[in-house]
């Protein structure tokens, strides 16, 4: 059974900067297509940062240029740098992984952590 365990998130300023980690157990991440997911009041969880198991990533336009997704392969651990963090990007965040492909949008990967939450304040 996978488990995701995500850490790293908390309040910053509009244009600063924070780096969400997600400890993976029960599988070797390089071997799982991995996302990172997002939810706000209202609206459905969906995939905003996905890494394919080759390690190729993708985002949603309204990430692109200001977040990066990796994996760090001895460490079993999926990441995402955020950086020019906007009010706009509160949400609450989950990491997330499936055997079967993941694309930017996906909204039912089959694990999931339990989120953690990210607020950016103007």
């Known amino acids: 059974q996978v488990q995701l365990v995500e850490s790293g998130g908390g309040s910053v300023q509009a244009g600063g900067s924070l780096r969400l980690s997600c400890a993976v157990s029960g599988n070797t991440a390089s071997s799982l297509h991995m996302a990172w997911c997002r939810q706000t009041p209202g609206k459905e969880r969906e995939a905003i940062a996905v890494?394919?198991?080759?390690?190729?990533?993708s985002y949603a336009d309204s990430v692109k240029g200001r977040f990066t997704i990796s994996r760090d392969n001895a460490k079993n651990t999926l990441y995402l740098q955020m950086n020019s963090l906007k009010p706009e990007d509160t949400a609450t965040y989950y990491c997330?992984?499936?055997?079967?492909?993941?694309?930017?949008?996906?909204?039912?990967?089959?694990?999931w952590g339990s989120g953690i939450q990210v607020t950016v304040s103007s």
């Open positions: 890494l394919n198991k080759l390690g190729w990533p």
């Open positions: 997330a992984a499936d055997s079967a492909r993941l694309w930017v949008g996906y909204r039912t990967p089959y694990y």
